[in-house]
């Protein structure tokens, strides 16, 4: 008799807050017969849900190989099996070399999105990213350490656009940020660094270019944080509040007539 098989589902946690969970990957969860989950960035909390007899494997301390082998065993004895990463598994979450094993077993696997740190982010500040005559580009990076980054892709080049920047996996070497993104950005310049956003610990610090590095060494932060950027991050303080022309009874698209065109 054969036995029928799932395919294994990348999902993501979300940044930390259990609920920021999507609803089909809530679903995956409490389905799920085998998680193997970053416990290391990931609520334990989301876990509480699993049905009964569910099998829960830490992959922390696992190399690449290991975790490949929870997850085939998972999808040859029958089992569904989910994968469960921090924030959105597109994001620096190594997925796509845990794909291609999957792939190379033909074993397939399906993939649920998450919400990143950078959105939730913006959630706890009640700040759009995209104002207009401000920024209208986000750009989403890291430093280089142990994983290279391109050298077209350095902090300095990417500050030279002066586009709302989010920064991540690099917080525990501020000053060497700072100095970089002074490349493109004048040290007025707008900084908020989010210490696990979405967690009951959260620790949000505002300051400058100018002044961020001293805050964020003060606070002790040095690790699981997200660096932002950009005069969005300044918004409230302008005089002059922008908007966009969505809503501008002025402006006219498929579903209303402007009152300047009538």
């Not at 960035?41 to 082998?69: C, F, Q, W």
């Not at 004048?186 to 610090?205: E, F, K, L, N, S």
């Not at 002790?220 to 922008?242: E, P, Y």
């Amino acid at each position: 008799m054969s036995v029928h098989r799932f395919p294994v589902s990348f999902v993501g946690a979300g940044p930390g807050d259990p609920e920021l969970i999507t609803v089909k990957g809530s679903r995956l969860l409490r389905e799920a017969d085998r998680i193997v989950y970053a416990g290391s960035l990931v609520p334990v909390a989301l876990l509480e849900g699993r049905k009964p007899g569910a099998e829960v494997h830490d992959s922390a301390g696992l190399a690449l190989e290991e975790t490949h082998r929870l997850l085939r065993d998972g999808y040859a004895a029958g089992m569904r099996v989910v994968r469960l990463h921090t924030g959105d598994p597109s994001l620096y979450g190594a997925i796509q070399e845990q794909m291609d094993l999957l792939d190379r077993d033909a074993i397939p696997c399906e993939v649920v999105p998450g919400v990143s740190a950078v959105f939730a982010t913006a959630a706890a500040l009640r700040q759009e990213l995209t104002l207009p005559d401000i920024s209208q580009t986000l750009i989403l990076t890291r430093m280089a350490g142990r994983t290279p980054v391109p050298e077209a892709e350095s902090l300095e080049s990417l500050a030279s656009h002066g586009a709302t920047l989010a920064v991540y996996l690099s917080v525990q070497r501020m000053e060497e940020v700072v100095s970089r993104l002074s490349a493109g950005y004048p040290p007025h310049t707008p900084v908020v660094v989010a210490y696990r956003v979405g967690w009951p610990d959260q620790v949000i610090v505002r300051g400058t270019l100018e002044s961020i590095a001293g805050q964020v060494r003060a606070s002790g932060i040095r690790r699981q944080a997200i660096i932002m950027i950009g005069d969005v991050l300044g918004a409230r303080d302008r005089d002059r509040k922008t908007r966009s022309r969505l809503y501008d009874e002025t402006f006219s698209h498929g579903f209303r007539n402007g009152s300047a065109d009538t």
